[in-house]
């Protein structure tokens, strides 16, 4: 069986940013273009534009600064609060990364939706008593 896990982010239960958003946002960060950024990223401008509006709405506040085309061309750059949810997430990534071999399953499967999943432990931090609750679910 092959573990597979992904992180997303949300905010009064609603989804704010996953694996994508965070590759939009590193790339928006690498070219200083949303246009640059959806292009590196094989993904349309509207698609990008969208999810990043669309985050922007949850979270109540920018997380990319966008200047319009013109003469000199447009540009964007990710502001504090994208920045630091971008931090966020590569940390997170990190530490699941590292926690991945202490991966404790605690042992019961359950039922939600159709789907089943294992409710699983990852230590982050033992000597704080911190860790991750999550769920794997278990895929025909």
């Known amino acids: 069986m092959e ?10 239960g609603k989804h704010v940013m996953g694996k994508g958003g965070a590759e939009i946002l590193r790339a928006i960060k690498e070219y200083g273009s949303l246009s640059k950024a959806a292009k590196a990223l094989g993904m349309s401008y509207r698609f990008a534009w969208k999810y990043i509006t669309k985050m922007e709405k949850a979270l109540g506040d920018k997380v990319v600064e966008r200047e319009r085309g013109g003469k000199e061309g447009g540009g964007a750059k990710l502001t504090e609060l994208g920045e630091k949810i971008l931090k966020m997430y590569d940390e997170a990534e990190e530490k699941l990364n590292v926690c991945l071999g202490g991966l404790v399953v605690e042992g019961r499967v359950e039922m939600r939706e159709g789907e089943k999943f294992v409710v699983a432990k990852l230590p982050i931090d033992a000597r704080e008593g911190e860790g991750f609750r999550l769920r794997i679910w278990i895929m025909k």
């Open 3 to 12: 573990v597979k896990w992904r992180i997303w982010f949300e905010k009064d």
